[in-house]
């Protein structure tokens, strides 16, 4: 079971899987896509629990939609919506190995 404590290890993890993915898929397709926005939500864990509280440490804040949700999680300056979405989802997919219900999310600009 991950605990709180066990959190930041599993964030650096999925981060640097995020931004491989988009690193990744930059380097196949190159910035040419709408631009956009990508996050992750991670649902059933509330924001004063231990672990929530662990995911606001790394940069998690309140959703609008309930939940947590962590912007960018590939932290890339680049604009293309598709590679944000690549990130998103290696971050998610992370997470989930974890027991988190994690969620890849986006919007164009």
């Not at 998103?88 to 919007?107: F, H, N, P, V």
Request: net charge positive; proline share 2%.
């Amino acid at each position: 079971m991950l605990t709180d404590t066990d959190f930041p290890a599993v964030h650096a993890t999925a981060s640097m899987a995020a931004r491989k993915t988009t690193e990744d898929f930059l380097a196949k397709n190159g910035d040419r896509d709408c631009c956009g926005f990508a996050w992750v939500n991670v649902y059933k864990v509330r924001s004063n629990s231990k672990l929530g509280k662990a995911l606001v440490k790394v940069g998690f804040s309140k959703s609008y939609e309930g939940g947590l949700q962590l912007w960018n999680p590939s932290g890339s300056f680049t604009q293309c919506i598709t590679a944000k979405e690549e990130g998103a989802r290696a971050y998610a997919s992370e997470l989930r190995k974890y027991g988190i219900e994690a969620y890849a999310g986006s919007r164009m600009d």
